[in-house]
C-alpha cells in the first residue's frame, strides 16, 4: 500500500448508534448482573474450507454489538464491552483485501478494550452465553468456558437466564431496530411489486424470483430467508424454482429483504399468473383475505396472539363453510381442528433479527413463562402465544392450502369424512396454496402494518400486474 492510500475502512451499514447500542448493553446489566459473552459465529463450508456460504452473525451478538464481525467474541459485563477477534492475517488481506484492525473495529462499536482471541479464556469462566449458530463456533464455546454449551430450551443455570433475559429484551424493539425494519419492509415491498409486474412475461418460478430478489440485491441487501416463489403453492417452505408458469396457476411468493445490520422483513402475497383470478380462486383468496383483515384489526396491546390465531381458524371455517367445502357450526369445526386441514399452521410469529425472531431459543421468547405448545392439530404450529406488548411486531399470515400429505392421508380423512364435502372441494382444484403476510407493529393503542404499501385486495394485485 503506497503512504498516500487510505487505511482499510469498515463496511458501510447503518448500525445502530453507539448511544443505542449503549442503552441496550446497559439493559442487559440491569436485568443480568453476571458477565456475559457472546460470539458472532463463523461462516460455514460450502463444500471446502476456502469456498463459504454468506456469512450471517448471530442475532444476539448483531443486537449487542451493532456490527457484523466474523469470529468475535464480546465480553460483557456491567454495560461494559471488551472485544476479543484477531486481527488480519496476511493470507486474509491477499484474497480478502485489507481489513480493519481491532483496535479500529473496537473504538467503532464502542468496546473499552480489545485483545486477541487467545486471551480469552482468561476472563471466560463464570460468563453466561447462548449457543452459537455454527459448529466450529459452538465448540470453540465450549472449550473456552470448559463446559458445554447447549441450545437455549435445554440450558440450566445462568445460560438459562440470560437467554430468558435477552428475549425479553429483544421481544419489544427500539426506535432503531423499527427503523431499520421499515427499510427492510420498503424494499420487500418493492421486491414483491416487481414481483407481480414480471410475471405476465415470466416463464418460470425462477424468473419471478430472479426480478424479486434483483430488487433486494440492487440495495446491497440479501434475503431474509430462502425466498418461497412457487405454483406449489400447498408445499409450505418450497425452495425450489424450477416450474414452468401456466396461465390457470396462482403464485404464492413470500419473500423478505434483511438489512445489512440484519433486520428482516416477510411478506407473502399469492396472485394469479395470467393476472386475473378464477371465480374458484377468488372465492377462496377473499376467504383467507378477510381472516388476514380481521386478525390485523384485533391486534393492540393485551390482545392474547392465541386469540388472533383462534380468530383466523374462525374466519376460515366461516368461509369454507359458506362455500359449501365443510359442513357443520364454525365454532365446533374450529374445537376439532376441521379448519387445519386447510390452515395447519399458525397465523404468525415475532419479527425482529430473525424472520422468525428469536426462534433460536426455541419457544423462550414466543412462548409467555409457563406456557407450552399444545399437541392440538389446529395449535401445534403456533410460534407466538402471548399477550400483545407495545412495539412488538407480529407477522400476520393466514393461508389456505391442498397439502396431499393432509387431504390424503386416511388417518385424517376418516376423522374428518364427515365435515369436508370432497366432492365439492374439487371443485377447487386451481388452488393449491394461498397465503397473504403482513408485518405489524403493535403500537400503544393499536397496530400500524409496516407493510401496508403492498395491496392485498384482488382488483389491486390484478390492477398492479396489468397496469
Ligand atoms: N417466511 C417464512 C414464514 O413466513 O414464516
Ligand atoms: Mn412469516
Ligand atoms: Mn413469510
Redesign the pocket.
Known amino acids: 500500500m503506497s503512504p498516500s492510500s487510505p487505511g482499510p475502512t469498515l463496511i458501510p451499514i447503518a448500525s445502530p448508534s453507539l448511544e443505542v447500542l449503549k442503552q441496550r448493553r446497559q439493559r442487559l446489566s440491569d436485568v443480568f448482573t453476571d458477565p456475559v459473552l457472546l460470539w458472532s459465529g463463523n461462516a460455514s463450508a460450502r463444500n471446502f474450507p476456502a469456498n463459504v456460504y454468506p456469512f450471517r452473525a448471530n442475532s444476539h451478538f448483531l443486537y449487542f454489538v451493532g456490527y457484523p464481525l466474523q469470529n468475535a467474541v464480546v465480553y460483557l459485563e456491567g454495560g461494559r464491552l471488551t472485544l476479543y477477534m484477531d486481527n488480519p492475517s496476511a493470507a486474509s488481506a491477499l484474497w480478502h483485501g485489507p481489513e480493519p484492525e481491532r483496535e479500529a473495529i473496537a473504538h467503532h462499536i464502542g468496546a473499552s478494550a480489545a485483545f486477541p482471541l487467545a486471551d480469552l479464556p482468561l476472563r471466560a469462566q463464570d460468563a453466561a452465553t447462548v449457543l452459537a449458530q455454527d459448529g466450529p463456533t459452538q465448540q470453540h464455546q465450549g472449550s473456552v468456558l470448559g463446559r458445554s454449551v447447549v441450545a437455549a430450551p435445554q440450558a440450566e443455570g445462568l445460560d438459562r437466564e440470560l437467554a430468558i433475559a435477552i428475549s425479553q429484551i429483544r421481544l419489544c424493539h427500539d426506535a432503531a431496530g423499527l427503523e431499520e425494519m421499515r427499510h427492510a419492509a420498503a424494499v420487500t415491498v418493492k421486491a414483491h411489486q416487481a414481483g407481480m409486474r414480471a410475471t405476465p412475461t415470466a416463464s418460470h418460478e425462477s424468473d419471478v424470483r430472479a426480478a424479486m430478489e434483483r430488487v433486494i440485491l440492487a440495495q446491497n441487501m440479501t434475503t431474509?430467508?430462502s425466498s418461497?416463489v412457487t405454483v406449489q403453492g400447498e408445499v409450505?417452505?418450497n425452495n425450489h424454482y424450477h416450474h414452468r408458469l401456466s396461465p390457470g396457476d396462482l403464485l404464492l411468493a413470500?419473500?423478505?429483504a434483511e438489512t445489512a445490520s440484519g433486520w428482516a422483513a416477510?411478506i407473502?402475497r399469492t396472485w394469479p399468473v395470467s393476472g386475473t383470478f378464477s371465480p374458484s380462486q377468488r372465492s377462496l383468496y377473499a376467504i383467507v383475505l378477510a381472516a388476514h383483515d380481521a386478525c390485523i384489526a384485533e391486534i393492540k396491546p393485551g390482545v392474547e396472539y392465541r386469540e388472533i390465531h383462534l380468530l383466523a381458524a374462525q374466519i376460515m371455517a366461516e368461509g369454507l363453510v359458506d362455500l359449501g367445502i365443510l359442513r357443520g357450526n364454525p365454532m365446533d369445526l374450529v374445537e376439532q381442528d376441521a379448519h387445519a386441514l386447510f390452515f395447519p399452521?399458525g397465523v404468525?410469529?415475532l419479527l425482529g433479527l430473525d424472520?422468525?425472531d428469536m426462534e433460536d431459543l426455541g419457544d423462550m421468547a414466543g412462548y409467555a413463562p409457563g406456557r407450552q405448545r399444545s399437541d392440538r392439530f389446529g395449535l401445534s404450529y403456533l410460534?407466538l402465544d402471548r399477550p400483545l406488548q407495545p412495539n412488538m411486531v407480529v407477522?400476520i399470515?393466514p393461508g389456505f392450502y391442498q397439502v396431499p400429505g393432509i387431504l390424503q392421508n386416511p388417518d385424517w380423512r376418516s376423522r374428518y369424512q364427515t365435515l369436508v364435502n370432497w366432492d365439492r372441494l374439487a371443485e377447487f382444484a386451481d388452488v393449491r396454496g394461498i397465503?397473504i403476510?403482513d408485518d405489524v407493529r403493535v403500537t400503544e393503542t393499536g397496530h400500524e402494518v409496516l407493510t401496508a404499501a403492498l395491496p392485498t385486495a384482488i382488483a389491486d394485485i390484478e390492477a398492479l400486474m396489468n397496469g
Open positions: 431474509a430467508y418461497i409450505l417452505h413470500d419473500v423478505g416477510d407473502t399452521h404468525g410469529h424472520v422468525h410460534r407477522t399470515e397465503r403476510e
